[in-house]
């Protein structure tokens, strides 16, 4: 499954955002993500992306995520990483889609050292 989000992520994009995901995401079997946060960014207090972020992810069922930003320190996406990881999910962090598409497909865990 492929998630992809772009531009401000502000409150009411959040909530629209993670309502319409998970609709599709818990009425399929797929359980693993490559979640594109390259193009987006939080336009809202931490605390309060932290808090929206963590709702989100306790909702999913266990799976992996790859979160493709767009540069590893990405607060956007360093958010949803801990949410993600806080809440039982394996996820990490690409700045590369091939890279995150690889990790995907493999069997190695969120502390593999993966080189692309």
Same mark, same amino acid.
């Given at each position: ?6 531009? +401000?992520? @502000? %409150?009411?994009?959040?909530?629209? /955002?993670? +309502? ?18 390259? /193009? *987006?960014h939080a336009a809202?207090? =931490? ?14 069922? *266990? ?6 930003? %767009? ?5 956007? =996406? %360093?958010?949803?990483? %801990? ?12 700045? @590369?889609? /091939?890279? +995150?598409? +690889? ?5 190695? @865990? ?7």
């Open positions: 499954m492929i998630v992809a989000v772009a531009g +401000a992520r @502000d %409150r009411a994009a959040f909530a629209e /955002g993670t +309502a319409s995901f998970l609709n599709f995401f818990l009425s399929q079997p797929a359980r693993k993500v490559l979640f594109d946060a390259s /193009g *987006a809202l207090e =931490s605390g309060i992306a932290i808090e929206l972020a963590e709702a989100c992810c306790r909702q999913m069922p *266990a799976c992996r995520v790859a979160i493709v930003a %767009r540069e590893m320190d990405c607060a956007f =996406s %360093r958010i949803w990483r %801990r949410a993600l990881s806080i809440t039982g999910h394996e996820a990490y962090l690409f700045e @590369d889609v /091939g890279a +995150a598409e +690889a990790w995907l497909r493999s069997e190695a @865990d969120e502390d593999t050292l993966y080189v692309a």
